[in-house]
């Protein structure tokens, strides 16, 4: 049902989901205190304060506040976490670079079919998309609406900040009943009816919407834009791919300014001598500020430190041994903290991406635990594409609805499943093994599309290339012995044993006189470009004969 007018102003009015709004909003305030590059410690606002009253506000506090000043003056801008944030989402991009990633839709008239080919965003999702994933997990996706006048609306993708909702329905498919948001001094109130914009002046609503669209979509044109819930009945909060590590984060970032305490305090060997005056003396003071007993020496002790103590009286032990002696800093606790900032680095990043198989010790792993590695990776890219699927289904359905009417069919969104996981140099060890033990040729050619597309997948001009080369090698998982071999047998003709040994002298002929492989025939159907390429390869070879 839609909204009338006084149930929109009640809403706007009394905000009965303005705790739930909270709660994802202070979520989303821990997300960004850790991943965004901040530069101002007044620009970290609240999650800032709640780590600092975590230190040493709560009771009962974890460090006294002499501890906190310093810890709160070590930790400087950007936040040290965020790199390690960073780490992780650049891990979790590769969800955009499947091998076998498609999208496909269809529509009743061929016109409409060119004119969104034209018309879509492809970009949207790998920028605006990801950048929510990463600190407004809890956005609202909504279509933009810009009516040129035209016979065509021109909907658009659009995220809505969950710090600009008003009020929220969503029900247990992550669907929005309605929502209401501000912006500027417009509302705007999606439901399954309309679109409607009421004007808020100094928080007086307009009597009735300046603007009213009547979509005739049959549901509202919303959606939460993630759809895994942080709890079984909050709808509204989602689960960050960091959400569980916030905690250790906070953890993380204490340690890695504790380390930096440890290092300015014990990096250092300190002087230490006999008083003779019997009074304790720090080299560094200037006149005047000469310190009187060793307990009152409370700052952190730094490079060129002098400490003096009173001799030991007659009966006392003599704790310094020596007159004058330098005591080193506890290499063990500093090479400790060292270990256990980079634990606590790995556990975090390994929890959310997966085992590292870029970094691993090839020595000290087996190939069990290498696959292994692959696999959690994988699971992790699964559930994230899953959600991103999802929404860009649902934004793509309902835009192409909206422009096209019913000449819009279906759409089918898929991320894939072959994410780019293993290095080359790992694909290739995986090819010698796979010819080792025999595997067939159908084996072989799966690694080497996998080779190809890895290698050149920021290239799709080499890539082409390289995949048309592959088409016309008679046999392109044989080496040149293995050829010889096959030819002798009578396993293979003269013209294409020719091809295969002149292959690449062959190619740059071919290319010297037609330009680039991926460009010829770049009008025509590949199969056609195969077969022009393989018949000019068997010119060359007559003319060898000839």
């Known amino acids: ?3 009338s007018n006084d149930q929109i102003k009640s809403l706007i009015k009394k905000r009965p989901k303005k705790e739930v709004l909270e709660k994802a909003m202070n979520h989303e305030g821990r997300l960004k205190f850790h991943v965004e590059t901040t530069l101002i410690k007044s620009e970290l606002g609240k999650p800032w304060q709640d780590f600092r009253r975590w230190l040493g506000s709560d009771k009962p506090i974890l ?3 002499d501890k906190v000043d310093r810890i709160n003056e070590l930790i400087q801008m950007p936040i040290p976490t965020v790199e390690l944030s960073e780490s992780i989402f650049s891990r979790l991009n590769r969800v955009f670079n499947s091998q076998d990633s498609y999208e496909y839709y269809k529509f009743s008239e061929e016109e409409f079919s060119a004119d969104w080919e034209e018309y879509r965003d492809t970009k949207f999702w790998r920028t605006q998309g990801f950048e929510a994933m990463q ?9 933009g609406l810009n009516d040129t006048g035209d016979d065509k609306l021109e909907p658009v993708n659009q995220l809505i900040n969950i710090d600009a909702v008003i009020d929220i329905e969503v029900d247990h498919e992550n669907n929005c009943k309605h929502v209401l948001f501000k ?3 417009l509302i705007y109130v999606y439901d399954e009816v309309a679109i409607s914009v009421y004007q808020d002046v100094e928080g007086v609503i307009s009597a009735e919407p300046i603007y009213y669209y009547e979509h005739k979509l049959g549901y ?3 959606r939460m834009f993630w759809s ?16 569980k590590e916030l905690s250790d984060l906070d953890w993380l970032l ?7 305490y440890l290092d300015l305090a014990n990096a250092y060997p300190i002087l230490v001598s006999y008083d003779l005056d019997e009074t304790y003396i720090n080299d560094r003071l200037t006149d005047g500020q000469e310190k009187t007993t060793l307990e009152d020496s409370t700052s952190m002790l730094g490079p060129g430190e002098h400490l003096k103590v009173s001799p030991p009286q007659e009966g006392q032990v003599d704790l310094m041994s020596n007159p004058v002696k330098y005591i080193g800093p506890d290499v063990a606790a500093l090479e400790w903290h060292v270990k256990e900032e980079d634990r606590l680095t790995q556990k975090i990043f390994k929890s959310v991406v997966g085992a590292d198989q870029e970094q691993r010790n090839d020595a000290a792993k087996n ?5 292994s590695a692959y696999e959690s990776q994988v699971s992790v890219l699964m559930r994230i594409k899953i959600n991103l699927e999802v929404i860009h289904k649902f934004a793509d359905s309902t835009i192409c609805k909206l422009r096209y009417g019913k000449s819009f069919v279906k759409c089918h969104i898929d991320y894939g499943t072959k994410f780019f996981l293993k290095s080359e140099d790992d694909l290739h060890e995986d090819y010698k093994k796979a010819q080792e033990s025999g595997a067939s040729e159908i084996v072989l050619n799966g690694i080497n599309d996998s080779i190809i597309n890895t290698r050149y997948r920021d290239n799709d001009s080499e890539l082409l290339r390289a995949k048309i080369i592959q088409d016309i090698d008679p046999m392109p998982n044989k080496s040149v012995d293995d050829i010889i071999k096959i030819y002798n047998a009578g396993g293979m003709d003269r013209e294409s044993f020719i091809i295969k040994l002149n292959l690449l002298s062959f190619i740059k002929r071919f290319e010297r006189e037609n330009g680039s492989l991926s460009m010829f025939g770049e009008n025509v159907e590949y199969k056609s470009r195969i077969d022009s390429i393989n018949q000019k390869l068997k010119d060359y070879v007559n003319e060898q004969q000839a």
């Open 1 to 3: 049902m839609p909204l």
């Open 135 to 143: 600190t407004a997990i809890n956005s609202v996706w909504v279509v």
């Open 367 to 371: 190939e069990m635990q290498i696959e």
């Open 63 to 65: 460090l006294e506040k």
């Open 220 to 222: 509202t044109p919303a």
């Open 183 to 185: 912006d500027g001094n």
């Open 254 to 260: 204490l340690h890695k300014a504790s380390k930096k």
């Open 228 to 243: 895994e819930m942080l709890g079984s009945k909050d709808y509204i909060n989602k689960e960050s791919p960091i959400t």
